[in-house]
């Protein structure tokens, strides 16, 4: 089930009942944030869950006529919406059965794969003439300031657009990337562009830079120096290669295009790719007018344009979502050249702060959909929970099932070498009788099992970019904490005692007799 576009996503969320339209007044300085904020944090629906409503704003301050979407992935059953599906291990278990696939032994069994290559064959992203976002065309007399971007929190710099698919294309390879990269709004037509250095348009970025110091003959050394310099605790005081890079931006796509850009995949997978696969259908991308790049045809609002290799500016403070100001700092700066969009847009944010909020729900189905692949790298993982406190990149909880000695430790080195997860500042490594998900169970059993001081694992290396208390931006120190039994082998010769569990039996005989008797005590 195939959302065509953001329209087609309030609709689905209008049947069932997951939207809720706001007429009275609302102010885009602080004020939608703030009832934002309340909203996620609040309990609706009929089963109660934590979320509240996804909230469409139609009168909005300062911008007659237009409209404002927020927290449309805000609850765990509209992320599940959103991806049209019942629950989140549906798409774990596709994944999983693409990966299952054997080598064809013989005809038949290669007659029995051709369902799933014409299933993959729909993944791929399809180039169209043209499409809704070019309704309306301004190639001059545009203004960022027409769209109603929202100022969050008091202390943020400025107003932000907070959920945009930010694409730029690999000079190498050609490939698309689509990241979301916050953008701080300095004037009509140019904005920050918060790519930290780790992330894949980062890189690309940084290629540029390489290939522009290459062709300017500026040596080596400024090619190397480049490396260090762009975006994250640099100033430019040297000689910066002159160019610039295409950079294009889609405000308002169908859901599965919106969450592929937070997706932490492989740098060489684009994600008009990947939410091809998530809603099984191709996703339809047209020409940008001013740039090399092609954008999902039916975004509400296209804001094309470039980043200088020879230019970073001071963006930040933001309110971000570790419940803290991320520290100003320097980043690329992106110029509009062309604005696109469709007849009265829907303008699509969101707002981050205090857990839980609407990205909450979004790392909750990348951690869901990440297990299979995480498994293929570390086959002996058998559950992940990264607790929504813990804002995805400070802890992470992970069973395994241990066959040797040290294996916990293994699975640490493992999780900071892969992709994103590189950025976990603890992770706790438990036995696979310990359910990961049942946060009061790791508290008595990961505590009960260690000492601390053998088991306890530091590491150096790159930290996530919002960590405000590592030694320097960038870099710092992670842990890992090995709680699972210790064995003789690992140098443990005490005797390790077993787990309380009363026998079937007389749990059997107690259970025969239960329900009366909680009656009669009077509890539930
Ligand atoms: C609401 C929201 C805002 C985000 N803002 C930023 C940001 O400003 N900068 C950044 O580097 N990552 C940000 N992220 C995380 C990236 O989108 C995420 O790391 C993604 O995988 C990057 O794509 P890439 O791997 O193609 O670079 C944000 C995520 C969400 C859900
Ligand atoms: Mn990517």
New binding site residues.
């Given amino acids: 089930m195939a959302y065509e576009d953001l329209r087609e996503w309030i609709a689905a969320l209008d049947r069932a009942g997951e939207i809720k339209r706001i007429r009275t007044e609302a102010d885009p300085i602080l004020e939608i944030a703030e009832i934002a904020d309340r909203v996620s944090k609040s309990r609706y629906g009929k089963d109660k869950a934590l979320g509240g409503p996804a909230l469409l704003f139609q009168n909005v301050k300062g911008y007659p006529g237009s409209q404002l979407l927020i927290n449309q992935f805000g609850s765990a059953s509209r992320m599940k919406l959103a991806l049209g599906v019942d629950s989140l291990d549906e798409i774990a278990e596709r994944i999983r059965a693409f990966m299952a696939v054997k080598s064809p032994q013989g005809f038949l069994d290669k007659v029995k794969m051709l369902p799933m290559l014409a299933e993959m064959g729909k993944f791929f992203p399809k180039n169209v003439a043209t499409g809704l976002c070019k309704e309306v065309i301004k190639r001059h007399n545009f203004s960022l300031l027409d769209f109603p971007v929202l100022q969050c929190w008091p202390k943020d710099a400025a107003k932000f657009i ?2 945009p698919c930010v694409v730029t294309r690999d000079p190498k390879t050609g490939k698309r ?6 953008m701080q709004v300095y004037d009509a037509a140019s904005t920050g562009m ?3 250095r780790q ?3 980062a890189e690309h970025y940084r290629q540029r830079l390489r290939d522009a110091a290459t062709r300017n003959e500026l040596g080596n050394s400024a090619a190397v120096d480049v490396m260090a310099r762009t975006s994250g605790g640099s100033r430019l005081d040297g000689e910066m290669p002159a160019g610039k890079m295409d950079v294009a931006v889609a405000i308002g796509t169908d859901p599965a295009v919106t969450f592929s ?5 492989p740098p060489d997978v684009e ?1 008009y790719l990947i939410a091809g696969f998530l809603r099984q259908k191709p996703v339809e991308l047209v020409k940008c007018e001013t740039v090399d790049l092609e954008v999902p045809a039916t975004s509400e609002i296209v804001l094309e344009g470039y980043v200088n290799l020879d230019e970073l500016r001071t963006e930040g403070p933001f309110g971000d979502h570790t419940g803290f100001y991320s520290l100003d700092d320097q980043y690329p700066v992106f110029h509009l050249t062309c604005v696109t969009h469709r007849k009265d847009p829907i303008y699509a944010t ?1 707002i ?1 702060g205090k857990p839980p909020m609407e ?1 909450a729900w ?1 790392g909750k189905a990348v951690e869901r959909i990440f297990l299979p692949l995480m498994k293929l790298t570390i086959p002996e993982l058998v559950d992940i929970n990264l607790p929504i406190e813990g804002v995805f990149h400070n802890l992470m909880i992970v069973s395994i099932r241990k066959s040797y000695p040290g294996q916990a430790r293994k699975v640490m080195n493992s999780i900071w070498s892969l992709g ?1 997860a590189m950025f976990t500042k603890c992770i706790i490594v438990v036995d696979e009788d310990c359910n990961v998900q049942d946060l009061a169970e790791v508290t008595l059993k990961a505590l009960n099992h260690i000492d601390p001081e053998r088991d306890i694992q530091f590491t150096l290396g790159p930290v996530d970019s919002l960590d405000h208390a590592s030694r320097l931006a960038n870099y710092g120190s992670k842990m890992g904490i090995d709680a699972t039994r210790k064995w003789p082998t690992e140098g443990f010769s005490r005797p390790w005692p077993e787990e309380i569990l009363m026998d079937s039996k007389t749990k059997a005989l107690v259970d025969s007799k239960w329900k009366a008797l909680a009656k009669e005590l009077g509890i539930e």
């Fill in positions: 907070t959920l990337n689509v990241g979301m990269y916050r918060h790519w930290q992330k894949v348009a850009a937070i997706v932490p995949a994600e969101t981050v990205d979004m994103q």
